[in-house]
């Protein structure tokens, strides 16, 4: 059983940064990728960026290149996505994602564990 868990979120201007963090407590597979996706109102869920065990492999969707950071600390079985330079195009239910897959994938179809999400909401 995995049990991810996001904190974090909350609303900010724009220009302000949030630090997102995920927990899987159960820790039911080891050595999994993770990865961020989010969904905005009224549009499907959508790669943010994912990151392997080893964290030698990351990814990033072209619309957070250069202002996300995906990191993870596996001793505490966390991962993080540091946002900074947020817009209001950044407001969405931000979800972590696992796999026992060491493939850094992007596709939605490719995760089987999902955390309840965290809503970020960004104002002009």
């Known amino acids: 059983q995995v049990h991810l868990v996001e904190s974090g979120g909350g609303l900010v201007q724009a220009g ?6 995920c927990v899987d407590s159960e820790r039911a597979f080891s050595r999994p990728t ?3 996706f989010r969904q ?10 994912v990151i392997t065990w080893s964290e030698t492999t990351t990814k990033y969707a072209d619309a957070v290149k250069g ?7 596996n001793t505490k079985n966390t991962m993080y996505l540091q ?3 947020l817009k209001p195009d950044d407001t969405a239910v ?8 060491p493939r850094a ?6 995760y ?13």
């Open 34 to 36: 993770m990865a961020w």
């Open 16 to 21: 302000d940064s949030l630090r997102l963090s």
């Open 94 to 101: 931000y979800y972590c994602a696992a796999r026992s897959s």
């Open 112 to 124: 089987l564990y999902w955390g309840q999400g965290t809503q970020v909401t960004v104002s002009s």
């Open 40 to 49: 905005a109102p009224g549009k499907e869920r959508e790669f943010v960026a």
């Open 83 to 85: 946002m900074n330079s």
């Open 105 to 110: 994938a992007t596709e939605i179809s490719e």
């Open 67 to 73: 202002r996300f950071t995906i990191s993870r600390d």
